[in-house]
T-cell receptor, first 114, second 114 residues
């Protein structure tokens, strides 16, 4: 398996624009997680899915953020409109289960909003 | 409030020595605790998982302890090598409940000099 795949790897956009980040989890994994990492706040969980259903989105900062998982092999994280404070590295991870299982992380998307 | 603290942001040691990293938590009751390694520009990579009823777990040069009374986990790398230089993150499952996700500490950056 190729591991968790994320695209794009880098995204530079202007404030106010819509940004869509994409993730393909490892085949067979039932859980998918979206994280955001910054120097100040570390790695923060934004939302996670189980069998394509959102389980906990309490980490989503505000309504500008939305995530979907239309099928077992694809998820998106959308920011509309983007703001400079959204600049961070966004990771997608997948696993066989929640806290009791190891998570496999993608390479991340470095987002810069100017 | 709930907190996960890793002993220091940076730890510098000499090659061959044992590195000891600390993860302390408050107001959590995790059933599992995990350690991950993160290299610059990459996603975290799973290293070890320890359960609340396990005192110690080993994998090659790595050893993890988990003391639920002290609310602390120690992560040891014996005979450290420059290739061990990376950021190490601890993570625990929120509230020890099945179906919950991982909460990550901010990490300790280890530098091993030759």
């Amino acid at each position: 398996d190729a591991g968790v795949i994320q695209s794009p790897r880098h995204e530079v956009t202007e404030m106010g624009q819509e940004v869509t980040l994409r993730c393909k989890p490892i085949s067979g994994h039932d859980y998918l997680f979206w994280y955001r990492q910054t120097m100040m706040r570390g790695l923060e969980l934004l939302i996670y899915f189980n069998n394509n259903v959102p389980i906990d989105d309490s980490g989503m900062p505000e309504d500008r953020f939305s995530a979907k998982m239309p099928n077992a092999s694809f998820s998106t994280l959308k920011i509309q409109p983007s703001e400079p404070r959204d600049s961070a590295v966004y990771f997608c991870a997948s696993s066989f289960g929640p806290g009791s299982y190891e998570q496999y992380f993608g390479p991340g998307t470095r987002l810069t909003v100017t | 409030s709930q907190k996960i603290e890793q002993n220091s942001e940076a730890l510098n040691i000499q090659e061959g020595k044992t590195a000891t990293l600390t993860c302390n938590y408050t107001n959590y009751s995790p059933a599992y605790l995990q350690w991950y390694r993160q290299d610059p520009g990459r996603g975290p990579v799973f290293l070890l998982l320890i359960r609340e009823n396990e005192k110690e777990k080993r994998k090659e040069r790595l050893k993890v302890t988990f003391d639920t009374t002290l609310k602390q986990s120690l992560f040891h790398i014996t005979a450290s090598q420059p290739a061990d230089s990376a950021t190490y993150l601890c993570a625990l499952d929120d509230d020890g409940q099945a179906g919950t996700a991982l909460i990550f500490g901010k990490g300790t950056t280890l530098s091993v000099s030759s």
